[in-house]
């Protein structure tokens, strides 16, 4: 059973507001994702990680930032919510040559 | 460009009654092939992992299979706890740490 952790489950906040989405897992993996899921489409990579102090942009990730200062914590933050990133938000983490495991993830609401 | 498709979008079956989905892919050199089970308000489910043309992995109800150009996952006598949405991921050799993903097959099982 994976264990992968992501707060808060539901936001929904004021456009303008700066927002950080938490993702912590427990298993000592070195690589970590954030994707964005909108109904009927696929996962798009915002943020990925290969390890401590290394972070990497996927094709969503110029509104949002991410650190990876510790193994188990991937925090994503968007500076300014805007509505149009009201979507899904999924953290996975994997070790190499392992599947991704995926945490149940965070509804954002921006209004 | 590295593309992955899944068909039908949606499927409804009879409990009882088998079918298959699709995963076709293009890419540059396929590393593995991973299908995933999405229920609602949840993270992707991993299922299955493979690697080369030929492999088969089976778990119950659900068979994987692999060819050069597209997987299918088998359901045989599916039941209503079958109902989800199947995702289909690959990792290819250009971009070894990133995967994409298909936009699934929702598929529900009518008892």
């Known amino acids: ?111 | 460009e590295d593309q992955v498709t899944q068909s039908p979008e949606a499927l409804r079956l009879q409990e009882g009654e088998s079918s298959s989905l699709n995963c076709s892919y293009t890419v540059s050199g396929l590393r593995g092939l991973f299908w995933y089970r999405q229920d609602p308000g949840k993270g992707p489910e991993f299922l299955f992992t493979l690697y080369s043309a030929g492999e088969e992995k089976e778990k119950e109800r659900l068979k994987a299979t692999l060819t050069k150009k597209e997987s299918f996952l088998h359901i045989t006598a599916p039941k209503p706890e079958d109902s989800a949405t199947y995702l289909c991921a690959v990792q290819t050799a250009n971009t070894g740490n990133q995967f994409y993903f298909g936009t699934g097959t929702s598929l529900t099982v009518i008892p």
Request: glycine share 8%.
């Open chain 1, 1 to 111: 059973e994976a264990d992968i952790y992501q707060t808060p489950r539901y936001l929904v906040i004021g456009t303008g507001k700066k927002i950080t989405l938490e993702c912590s897992q427990t298993m000592g993996h070195d690589k970590m994702y954030w994707y964005q899921q909108d109904p009927g489409m696929e996962l798009h990579l915002i943020h990925y990680s290969y390890g401590v102090n290394s972070t990497e942009k996927g094709d969503l990730s110029s509104e949002s930032t991410v650190s990876r200062i510790r193994t188990e914590h991937f925090p994503l933050t968007l500076e300014s919510a805007r509505p149009s990133h009201t979507s899904q938000y999924l953290c996975a983490s994997r070790s190499s040559n392992q599947p991704q495991h995926f945490g149940d993830g965070t509804r954002l609401s921006i209004l």
